[in-house]
């Protein structure tokens, strides 16, 4: 659990965090309605070609470089986690997608990121876990570009 360290007390809980670390270090996330939910979520953003998608909580990369070579798309993930960052950007050079997609360390909270950047701001199942929901939800409104989508 070297990076533990990574995940804040504001973010995360203890046990969450030592949880997040194990996924990293197994190299796999999962989230309620894997594949199939995905799908629909790219679907309800409207996320094509052109898009440029940032991917909260990202884990290892696996939607984010789906994304990529699925859809063509440009994606930027983020995650409070060193080693999740690590290991996606890890799968992006196995997947052949580095050149369109970045991997970033960042808080849901505090994204780094200007206004009005992206065409679609997805998540799956990470705002069950930072403190201040609101401001997470408020986040990712604010880095959506006017009619982008975000869910």
Known sequence: MEN???LTPKETSEPESYY???????????????????????????IDRDSYVLDVGCGVGITACY????????????????MMVKRSRER???????????FKIGDAQDLPFRDGVFDAVICESVVAFPKDKQKVISEYARVTKPGGMWG
């Open 67 to 82: 994304l990529a070579k699925e859809y063509g798309c440009k994606v930027v993930g983020v995650d409070l986690s060193e």
């Open 4 to 6: 533990k360290k990574q």
């Open 20 to 46: 997040f670390e194990l996924q990293a270090s197994w190299g796999l996330t999962k989230h309620m309605g894997g594949l199939n939910a995905t799908r629909e979520l790219i679907g309800l953003c409207h």
């Open 92 to 102: 992006a050079k196995r997947k052949n997608v580095e050149e369109r997609v970045e």
